[in-house]
Protein backbone atom coordinates (compact mmCIF):
# COMPACT_ATOMS: atom_id res chain seq x y z
CA UNK A 1 0.00 0.00 0.00
CA UNK A 2 0.68 3.55 0.10
CA UNK A 3 2.14 4.17 -3.54
CA UNK A 4 2.67 7.24 -5.09
CA UNK A 5 3.09 7.44 -8.75
CA UNK A 6 4.12 10.56 -10.97
CA UNK A 7 3.99 11.24 -14.83
CA UNK A 8 5.93 11.50 -16.46
CA UNK A 9 9.25 10.10 -15.27
CA UNK A 10 11.41 12.33 -17.60
CA UNK A 11 10.95 15.09 -20.00
CA UNK A 12 12.81 17.45 -22.17
CA UNK A 13 11.47 21.02 -23.29
CA UNK A 14 12.74 23.62 -25.06
CA UNK A 15 12.79 27.08 -23.42
CA UNK A 16 9.75 29.08 -22.80
CA UNK A 17 7.47 26.34 -22.82
CA UNK A 18 5.38 24.72 -19.70
CA UNK A 19 5.41 21.71 -18.39
CA UNK A 20 2.94 19.55 -16.07
CA UNK A 21 3.91 17.12 -13.45
CA UNK A 22 1.17 14.65 -12.00
CA UNK A 23 1.19 13.03 -8.62
CA UNK A 24 -0.94 10.05 -7.91
CA UNK A 25 -1.74 8.63 -4.89
CA UNK A 26 -2.63 5.21 -5.83
CA UNK A 27 -4.18 3.23 -3.23
CA UNK A 28 -4.55 6.25 -0.72
CA UNK A 29 -6.69 9.62 -0.20
CA UNK A 30 -4.13 12.75 0.46
CA UNK A 31 -5.46 15.51 1.99
CA UNK A 32 -2.08 16.77 1.64
CA UNK A 33 0.70 17.02 -1.06
CA UNK A 34 4.15 18.17 -1.12
CA UNK A 35 6.38 19.25 -4.14
CA UNK A 36 10.26 18.92 -3.75
CA UNK A 37 12.72 19.72 -5.89
CA UNK A 38 15.83 18.36 -5.91
CA UNK A 39 19.69 19.08 -7.63
CA UNK A 40 22.17 16.24 -7.69
CA UNK A 41 24.25 15.47 -4.68
CA UNK A 42 21.82 17.48 -2.28
CA UNK A 43 18.95 17.18 -0.27
CA UNK A 44 15.39 17.84 -1.11
CA UNK A 45 14.30 21.48 -1.12
CA UNK A 46 10.56 21.61 -0.19
CA UNK A 47 8.87 24.29 -2.34
CA UNK A 48 4.81 23.75 -1.77
CA UNK A 49 2.43 22.15 0.11
CA UNK A 50 -0.79 21.36 -1.02
CA UNK A 51 -4.11 20.94 0.57
CA UNK A 52 -6.96 19.46 -1.66
CA UNK A 53 -9.46 22.15 -2.71
CA UNK A 54 -7.70 25.13 -1.48
CA UNK A 55 -4.54 27.30 -2.80
CA UNK A 56 -0.94 25.71 -2.51
CA UNK A 57 1.24 27.69 0.39
CA UNK A 58 4.29 28.06 -1.03
CA UNK A 59 7.96 28.44 0.77
CA UNK A 60 9.95 31.65 0.90
CA UNK A 61 11.78 32.08 -2.93
CA UNK A 62 9.41 29.83 -4.89
CA UNK A 63 7.50 31.98 -7.72
CA UNK A 64 4.35 30.76 -7.24
CA UNK A 65 3.40 32.08 -10.36
CA UNK A 66 5.95 29.88 -12.22
CA UNK A 67 5.44 27.01 -10.01
CA UNK A 68 1.88 26.38 -10.64
CA UNK A 69 0.14 23.69 -8.47
CA UNK A 70 -3.52 22.39 -8.26
CA UNK A 71 -4.46 20.14 -5.74
CA UNK A 72 -8.10 19.13 -7.63
CA UNK A 73 -8.82 16.05 -5.75
CA UNK A 74 -7.77 13.91 -2.50
CA UNK A 75 -5.69 12.00 -5.21
CA UNK A 76 -4.06 14.07 -7.44
CA UNK A 77 -1.63 16.81 -7.75
CA UNK A 78 -0.23 18.73 -10.77
CA UNK A 79 2.46 20.87 -10.89
CA UNK A 80 3.36 23.17 -13.68
CA UNK A 81 6.23 24.90 -14.83
CA UNK A 82 5.05 27.68 -16.85
CA UNK A 83 7.69 29.31 -19.09
CA UNK A 84 10.51 27.03 -18.20
CA UNK A 85 14.56 27.78 -18.46
CA UNK A 86 17.19 25.88 -18.17
CA UNK A 87 17.82 26.99 -14.39
CA UNK A 88 14.66 24.88 -13.81
CA UNK A 89 16.03 21.86 -14.91
CA UNK A 90 16.06 19.63 -11.95
CA UNK A 91 14.64 16.50 -10.12
CA UNK A 92 11.20 17.29 -9.10
CA UNK A 93 9.24 15.13 -6.29
CA UNK A 94 5.85 14.93 -5.26
CA UNK A 95 5.15 13.14 -1.59
CA UNK A 96 1.16 12.42 -0.25
CA UNK A 97 0.59 12.67 3.09
CA UNK A 98 -1.67 9.82 4.34
CA UNK A 99 -4.32 11.44 6.56
CA UNK A 100 -6.81 9.06 7.39
CA UNK A 101 -5.97 6.16 9.60
CA UNK A 102 -3.04 4.05 9.88
CA UNK A 103 -0.08 6.15 9.78
CA UNK A 104 -0.98 10.13 10.13
CA UNK A 105 2.17 11.69 9.82
CA UNK A 106 3.86 10.11 7.09
CA UNK A 107 4.91 11.26 3.80
CA UNK A 108 5.27 8.84 0.62
CA UNK A 109 7.52 9.78 -1.55
CA UNK A 110 6.54 9.28 -6.10
CA UNK A 111 9.30 8.15 -8.05
CA UNK A 112 10.30 11.54 -9.29
CA UNK A 113 10.44 13.67 -12.69
CA UNK A 114 13.35 14.67 -14.62
CA UNK A 115 12.71 18.10 -16.78
CA UNK A 116 15.30 18.96 -18.59
CA UNK A 117 14.97 22.40 -20.29
CA UNK A 118 17.02 23.18 -23.25
CA UNK B 1 20.83 25.66 14.00
CA UNK B 2 19.38 23.60 12.02
CA UNK B 3 16.16 21.84 12.93
CA UNK B 4 18.03 18.39 12.20
CA UNK B 5 21.32 17.51 11.69
CA UNK B 6 22.52 14.90 9.69
CA UNK B 7 26.10 13.77 8.47
CA UNK B 8 26.40 13.89 4.77
CA UNK B 9 29.31 11.28 4.83
CA UNK B 10 29.96 9.65 1.88
CA UNK B 11 30.31 6.61 4.68
CA UNK B 12 31.93 3.53 2.63
CA UNK B 13 31.52 0.01 4.44
CA UNK B 14 32.87 -3.72 3.38
CA UNK B 15 29.64 -5.83 2.90
CA UNK B 16 28.30 -7.88 5.56
CA UNK B 17 29.55 -4.65 7.55
CA UNK B 18 26.88 -3.86 10.62
CA UNK B 19 25.98 0.51 9.64
CA UNK B 20 24.94 3.35 11.84
CA UNK B 21 23.69 6.42 10.67
CA UNK B 22 22.68 9.30 12.80
CA UNK B 23 20.68 12.44 13.19
CA UNK B 24 20.32 14.90 15.89
CA UNK B 25 17.74 17.69 16.59
CA UNK B 26 16.58 20.67 18.39
CA UNK B 27 13.03 20.83 18.45
CA UNK B 28 11.50 18.73 21.34
CA UNK B 29 8.28 18.88 19.57
CA UNK B 30 9.03 16.24 17.50
CA UNK B 31 7.07 13.10 17.60
CA UNK B 32 6.94 11.00 14.57
CA UNK B 33 10.77 9.79 13.43
CA UNK B 34 10.97 8.06 9.94
CA UNK B 35 14.25 6.83 7.52
CA UNK B 36 14.36 7.62 3.94
CA UNK B 37 16.13 5.30 1.79
CA UNK B 38 17.16 7.22 -1.89
CA UNK B 39 18.55 5.55 -4.39
CA UNK B 40 20.14 7.36 -7.16
CA UNK B 41 17.45 9.27 -9.66
CA UNK B 42 14.72 7.81 -7.89
CA UNK B 43 12.10 9.16 -5.30
CA UNK B 44 12.57 8.37 -1.54
CA UNK B 45 11.33 5.10 -0.10
CA UNK B 46 10.13 5.30 3.43
CA UNK B 47 11.84 2.43 5.30
CA UNK B 48 10.87 3.28 9.42
CA UNK B 49 8.48 4.90 10.74
CA UNK B 50 8.31 5.43 14.60
CA UNK B 51 6.63 7.23 17.15
CA UNK B 52 8.40 8.44 20.42
CA UNK B 53 11.11 7.01 22.39
CA UNK B 54 12.54 3.29 21.41
CA UNK B 55 13.74 0.72 19.04
CA UNK B 56 12.08 -0.89 16.29
CA UNK B 57 13.38 -3.21 14.28
CA UNK B 58 12.22 -4.87 10.97
CA UNK B 59 14.78 -7.40 8.95
CA UNK B 60 17.89 -5.89 8.97
CA UNK B 61 17.06 -2.64 9.84
CA UNK B 62 16.93 -1.22 13.11
CA UNK B 63 15.43 2.11 14.14
CA UNK B 64 16.21 3.79 17.78
CA UNK B 65 15.23 6.74 19.00
CA UNK B 66 16.41 9.09 22.06
CA UNK B 67 14.17 12.05 23.01
CA UNK B 68 16.01 12.37 26.18
CA UNK B 69 19.03 13.25 23.97
CA UNK B 70 17.43 14.20 20.42
CA UNK B 71 19.32 11.19 18.39
CA UNK B 72 18.05 9.38 16.01
CA UNK B 73 19.82 6.24 14.43
CA UNK B 74 19.28 4.23 11.90
CA UNK B 75 21.44 0.33 12.07
CA UNK B 76 21.77 -1.84 9.21
CA UNK B 77 23.14 -5.22 10.11
CA UNK B 78 24.67 -7.40 6.88
CA UNK B 79 25.06 -4.87 4.92
CA UNK B 80 24.59 -5.37 1.17
CA UNK B 81 25.91 -3.83 -1.61
CA UNK B 82 21.70 -2.84 -2.59
CA UNK B 83 22.04 -1.60 0.48
CA UNK B 84 24.34 1.79 -1.10
CA UNK B 85 21.68 4.64 -1.17
CA UNK B 86 21.20 7.81 0.62
CA UNK B 87 19.28 7.33 3.79
CA UNK B 88 17.33 10.61 4.86
CA UNK B 89 16.05 11.06 8.19
CA UNK B 90 12.39 12.80 8.60
CA UNK B 91 10.60 13.83 12.09
CA UNK B 92 7.72 15.90 12.04
CA UNK B 93 5.57 17.52 14.55
CA UNK B 94 2.64 18.63 12.06
CA UNK B 95 5.31 20.08 10.24
CA UNK B 96 7.95 18.11 8.35
CA UNK B 97 11.86 18.32 8.64
CA UNK B 98 14.58 16.43 6.59
CA UNK B 99 18.09 16.02 7.08
CA UNK B 100 20.86 16.67 4.17
CA UNK B 101 20.99 12.36 3.99
CA UNK B 102 23.96 10.25 4.01
CA UNK B 103 25.44 8.86 1.33
CA UNK B 104 26.59 4.83 2.34
CA UNK B 105 28.53 2.89 -0.19
CA UNK B 106 28.26 -0.88 0.56
CA UNK B 107 31.74 -2.75 -1.09
CA UNK B 108 31.18 -6.35 -2.19
Known amino acids: GAVVSQHPSRVICKSGTSVKIECRSL??????MFWYRQFPKQSLMLMAT?????????EQGVEKDKFLINHASLTLSTLTVTSAHPEDSSFYIC??????????????FGPGTRLTVL | QKEVEQDPGPLSVPEGAIVSLNCTYSNSAFQYFMWYRQYSRKGPELLMYTYSSGNKEDGRFTAQVDKSSKYISLFIRDSQPSDSATYLC????????FGTGTSLTVIP
Open chain 2, 90 to 97: AMSEGQFY
Open chain 1, 27 to 32: DFQATT
Open chain 1, 50 to 58: SNEGSKATY
Open chain 1, 95 to 108: SAQWASGGRTDTQY
